[in-house]
């Protein structure tokens, strides 16, 4: 015949086994609800991102008018403005100044972009 304290042992053991089965299964329930929750954001920004993206398309430098005189207009600076946004000769002038070993007259980019300085303004 079987010990009735080590049936009574092996009943509260399985009584235990079965709670923590059951908040094992409610925690692993919980935590794949939040997976699918942080997916659905994810791809929420993604789309969101995207879409900024495409609305913050950069403004390629273009001809404008100013007081009558025809002139470069450029972008407005942002953090993530890439050098290459600049028509060319606003990027030949970034370079020169950039060469410098210190400060520079206008002269001196003038003449570094090839631009004739022998005529005041």
Same mark, same amino acid.
């Given at each position: 015949? !079987?010990?009735?304290? !080590? ?9 235990? !086994? ?75 002038? !970034? ?27």
């Amino acid at each position: 015949m !079987l010990d009735p304290e !080590l049936l009574e042992r092996i009943t509260a053991r399985r009584a235990e !086994l079965d709670e923590l089965e059951e908040q094992l299964a409610k925690q692993l329930a919980e935590v794949r609800a939040e997976r699918d929750e942080l997916a659905v954001a994810e791809r929420v920004l993604e789309r969101m991102s995207e879409q900024l993206a495409g609305e913050r398309v950069p403004a390629a430098p273009a001809p404008g008018q100013v007081g009558g005189r025809a002139v470069m207009l450029i972008p407005h600076r942002t953090s993530d403005m890439e050098q290459t946004m600049l028509p060319p000769d606003y990027q030949r002038i !970034l370079a020169a100044v950039r060469q410098a070993a210190g400060p520079v007259m206008a002269r001196e980019v003038g003449e570094a972009v090839g631009v004739d300085v022998s005529v005041r303004s």
